[in-house]
């Protein structure tokens, strides 16, 4: 079963050169790479929020097994939906699904189930392969979708994946996709983000979504940014810290409408 794209050519270009020279162009400072158990990237096209999800990047090692939780823009299928089985066509390249990690996952109770009409139209998970290809070159996914539901519900799913992975003993980077504000004013999109970033640092998912909910702070992907902080702090991670942050308007120029995006490691 092969994923076909849905925004190539739209928020990223089809030709793994183009892409390159895209990442390239962004003159990334050689750094050392932190051995991160998770980070928070965001997903729009790369004009707008590529410099920060390759800066990123670029700072943590390598990995080969990589779980990904995105929202659910479109509101199709199941509520937290789990692609299982193949692979997704990335330009040309094949992004295989790690299978093994996908189907110790299902076994798990939780609210998690394996659910394919839920990614057939979203673009949170799939902006993110290429950019991942780029520097890490091969490696296996799983990717999730995650719909707007409670703490309660988030933790449920953290633990499910936690269970799972800490039987399959391997080295797993967790990745939570999201963009911050939408269309607001640059100073106030700053304004908001901030707080919901501090959250994220403090590793509070609890705290997280009462500031989005309180500030009316319209983040995308507090559920898997939720759900990636409950499991990591089960997996141990104590530190994160913020590698870049911008807006839409320190690209195209309008600070009357922005959106922000947010670059962390979680370690």
């Known amino acids: 079963m092969i994923r076909k794209p849905v925004v190539e050519g739209q928020f990223y270009p089809k ?7 895209i990442i390239e162009n962004f003159r990334l400072k050689q750094s050392s790479r932190t051995n991160a158990r998770g980070i928070v990237m965001p997903h729009a096209g790369y004009i707008y929020s590529g410099r920060v999800a390759a800066t990123t990047v670029n700072q943590v090692q390598p990995k080969k097994k990589i779980i990904i939780l995105g929202p659910n823009h479109s509101g199709h299928g199941k509520n937290f939906a789990l692609w299982a089985k193949g692979s997704w066509k990335i330009s040309d390249n094949n992004v295989k699904i790690d299978e093994t990690i996908a189907q110790s996952i299902l ?8 659910d394919y009409g839920a ?15 780029y520097f890490f070159k091969e490696f296996e996914f ?15 799913c953290a633990n499910q994946i936690f269970q ?11 990745i939570a996709s999201t963009d911050m504000t ?14 919901a970033i501090e959250k994220i640092i403090d590793l509070d998912d609890d705290g997280l979504l009462k500031i989005v909910a309180k500030e009316n702070i ?50």
């Open 164 to 174: 799972a992975v800490k039987k399959i003993k391997e080295d797993i980077l967790l």
């Open 142 to 156: 799983v990717p999730i979708t995650c719909k707007l539901s409670t703490l309660n519900n988030y933790r449920q």
């Open 218 to 267: 319209s983040m995308c992907g507090a559920a898997p940014t939720a759900i990636l902080i409950a499991c990591l702090k089960q997996m141990g991670a104590r530190k994160a810290q913020v590698t870049l942050y911008q807006t839409s308007g320190d690209t195209g120029g309008d600070k009357e409408s922005v959106v922000g995006y947010a670059g962390i490691i979680i370690q």
């Open 107 to 114: 076994k798990e109770d939780g609210l998690i189930e394996e």
């Open 119 to 133: 990614h057939e139209f979203e673009h949170s998970i799939e902006v993110q392969l290429p950019i991942l290809h």
């Open 15 to 21: 030709k793994i050169n183009e892409i390159a020279t």
């Open 182 to 195: 939408h269309y607001q004013a640059d100073a106030r999109a700053r304004s908001k983000d901030r707080l």
